[in-house]
């Protein structure tokens, strides 16, 4: 699964506002004594997680970014940087890292990607962290909260939708959604590490007018996706909801695991 760049860069400015910073102040006591702080950044995407997180850590650092796709690869390589920070590129598939491919590492990153993995993948990511006694900061997992404002007749049933969608089986790979992080955070404590969450909330309106319309359209048109029968409704359910000041919450969770 991949995702264009101007998507990308068009919710980078909403992730970096919603992730929970507090998160990060653990992680300092632990890699201030490793140098250089080796980081893997787990689907990378252009490269946003190292934008934000690099100067909030100690440096020197070295960032190896992971990712399937080349095109955003070549970009994050090029982007994530800052004084003392190196950056290589992996690409691949980032499902297959075991607990030997992380020795050494400092910290397991990575952003909206636990929702987008099977249990048996978290399954393995865990253990992958936990072998190597290595922390990890999983970031901006959805839950399958939405807040619309104003509200409209037609929310739950989009939602609904929207989370069997984020639940749906592809390429046989039976995707966990909104239930990623409680899976995650049984899998990491199973394993022994200590694991907290904070609210990552994204929280749109008129001074995100371009952001908004294209996350409304694209859960709208996932909605529709699994469920046809919401299709007939989808035109004017779109014209009422973007005619207005419309504001939303998207509710997301972060997750940090300690050895």
């Known amino acids: 699964m991949t995702f264009a760049p101007e998507w990308l860069a068009l919710r980078e400015e909403a992730d970096a506002q919603a992730r929970a910073g507090e998160l990060v102040d653990p992680l300092r006591k632990i890699v201030v004594n490793r140098t250089p702080v080796l980081i893997r950044d787990l689907g990378c995407g252009t490269g946003s997680m190292g934008r934000w997180l690099s100067g909030r850590l100690p440096g020197p650092q070295h960032w190896v970014l992971h990712d399937r796709d080349p095109r955003l690869l070549a970009l994050a390589g090029a982007t994530v940087t800052g004084p003392g920070v190196t ?9 297959a890292l075991r607990a030997d ?10 952003s909206a990607l636990l929702d987008l993995l099977t249990e048996d993948e ?9 072998g190597a006694g290595c922390p990890a ?5 959805v839950i399958g909260r939405v807040e619309l404002d104003p509200p409209d007749p037609l929310d739950a049933a989009f939602t609904e939708a929207f989370n069997a969608h984020q639940r749906r089986t592809e390429h046989g790979r039976a995707l966990l959604g909104p239930d990623a992080v409680p ?10 590490m200590a694991v907290s969450t904070r609210p990552s909330p994204w929280r749109l309106g008129p001074g995100q007018a ?4 294209r996350w409304l359209r694209g859960w709208v ?18 014209r009422r909801r973007l005619g207005g000041e419309l504001r939303a919450v998207v509710h997301h969770q972060d997750l940090l695991a300690l050895p």
């Open 87 to 95: 950056v290589e590129t992996r690409e691949g598939d980032l499902t």
């Open 137 to 141: 900061l999983l970031t901006l997992s």
């Open 101 to 110: 491919d992380l020795a050494g590492t400092s910290l397991v990153t990575a």
């Open 221 to 238: 048109g996932a909605a529709c996706e699994q469920e046809p029968d919401l299709l007939p409704e989808a035109e004017d359910y779109l």
């Open 122 to 130: 978290v399954g393995a990511l865990a253990a992958a962290c936990a």
């Open 210 to 213: 371009e952001l908004t319309e």
């Open 183 to 192: 899976v995650a955070v049984a899998a990491f404590q199973d394993l022994g």
